[in-house]
């Protein structure tokens, strides 16, 4: 995992004109380098075929939202991201999805494993939508919004508006992880760490607070709530024992 944040750190310190060959909009790319599999627990996408104008009016409409009196946000809430009160969101949602299962497929294939196998959990799988408003702090060094954490699903595709992320690195050291306009952030969670017998790791990350408002909007995928989860008997050997309990939700 170290290794992964030292690559992820190499990069994000390099300047934009050096970052921009490093990137690729090829989902399926070779992975070898020090800036493909290394740092694929933790990358930023860009040219994911999510039109900027969708990635927009989600923010927009989390931005509207959080705006509302509480008398006036309440009639609102609801379990259907679909519902028309959330079209903009909804939209977001969908292209997100669609996104996941090919990020998805290009992981599993890096494992050596069958994404035919999964496709129909993955499908069926589930999404949770939060969506996140950091107020602004007059005193960000002396706060922090979000406690460190990781998360639970597959992978989680992150749209924000404003810096505050940050990674956990080696020597418990925080690195911070810049916006790029465009860009979502993906991240590995628990499952991913269970399902591929410690090959990828989940990244333990935090937000802290910052002079100015910051929406963000996560998007967790997992497999189903009744699916049992453990290490793909194919990455298990001799040299590789299984490290993990089998478990659900």
């Known amino acids: 995992m170290n290794d992964a944040l030292d690559a992820a750190a190499e990069f994000f310190?390099?300047?934009l004109e050096e970052k921009m060959p490093l990137l690729s909009d090829d989902v399926h790319a070779p992975t070898g380098s020090i800036y493909?599999?290394?740092?694929?627990?933790?990358?930023?996408?860009?040219?994911?075929?999510?039109?900027?104008?969708?990635?927009?009016?989600?923010?927009?409409a989390a931005a509207e939202f959080f705006n509302l009196p509480l008398e006036e946000k309440m009639?609102?809430?609801?379990?259907d991201v679909h519902a028309p009160v959330r079209d903009k969101?909804?939209?977001y949602a969908k292209a997100v999805h669609a996104l996941q299962m090919q990020l998805m497929?290009?992981?599993?294939?890096?494992?050596?494993?069958?994404?035919?196998n999964l496709q129909k959990e993955l499908e069926e799988g589930n999404q949770f939508m939060?969506?996140?408003?950091?107020?602004?702090?007059?005193?960000?060094?002396?706060t922090l919004s979000l406690p460190p954490h990781s998360d639970f699903g597959t992978i989680t595709i992150l749209l924000q508006s404003g810096p505050g992320l940050q990674l956990l690195h080696k020597k418990n050291n925080w690195l911070s992880v810049p916006v790029v306009e465009g860009a979502l952030?993906?991240?590995?969670?628990d499952q991913m760490e269970v399902m591929s017998n410690g090959q990828y790791k989940r990244i333990v990350h935090q937000v802290l607070s910052a002079k100015n408002k910051r929406l963000s909007i996560a998007s967790l995928h997992s497999l189903p709530l009744n699916k049992i989860?453990?290490?793909?008997?194919?990455?298990?050997?001799?040299?590789?024992p299984v490290s993990y309990n089998d478990f659900t939700f």
């Open 130 to 142: 939060a969506v996140n408003c950091y107020p602004a702090c007059p005193e960000p060094d002396l």
């Open 89 to 91: 969101m909804g939209n």
């Open 36 to 60: 493909g599999l290394q740092i694929l627990t933790c990358f930023q996408v860009i040219n994911h075929g999510i039109p900027l104008s969708i990635m927009n009016d989600a923010l927009d």
């Open 75 to 79: 009639p609102l809430l609801s379990d």
């Open 185 to 189: 952030m993906v991240q590995v969670g």
């Open 229 to 240: 989860i453990g290490p793909a008997e194919e990455l298990a050997d001799e040299k590789h």
């Open 105 to 116: 497929e290009a992981i599993l294939e890096t494992l050596g494993l069958n994404f035919g």
């Open 13 to 15: 310190n390099l300047p």
